[in-house]
């Protein structure tokens, strides 16, 4: 099953659930055909934002994964994520930009 998805996605911008309950999005550069272990590139933390009580709606922001050093390649034990999905078009989109404009 999650071979399928996997071949599907590799080389593509996806989202990955933890069991502790994290959110990362991120490059799916590879993965273990045995173990199902994911290469993830330039991971990024999916948080929600914006909700201060008010009348500011809530939204949804990426921070690194790292705050002290330069994750550009994570790994992540099969047993550490519960699923794992192309990332929604407008949030693969965001994401992009978002490395590009780091890149600058």
């Known amino acids: 099953m999650y071979e399928n998805i996997l071949n599907e996605n590799l080389g593509k911008v996806v989202s990955v659930k933890t069991t502790a309950g994290i959110e990362l999005i991120a490059t ?16 990024r933390l999916v948080v929600v934002s914006g909700s201060d009580g008010g009348e500011e709606a809530m939204g ?3 921070v ?3 705050f002290t050093s330069n994750s550009e390649e994570i790994f992540v034990l099969r047993e550490q994520y519960l699923s794992i999905d192309a990332a ?11 490395l590009e404009d780091q890149k600058a």
Do not use: C, Q, R
């Open 64 to 66: 690194p994964y790292t």
């Open 60 to 62: 949804i922001a990426v």
């Open 88 to 98: 929604l078009e407008n949030s693969s989109t965001d994401y992009l930009n978002l």
């Open 28 to 43: 799916l550069l590879g993965y273990d055909d045995k173990t199902l272990t994911l290469t993830l590139g330039k991971p």
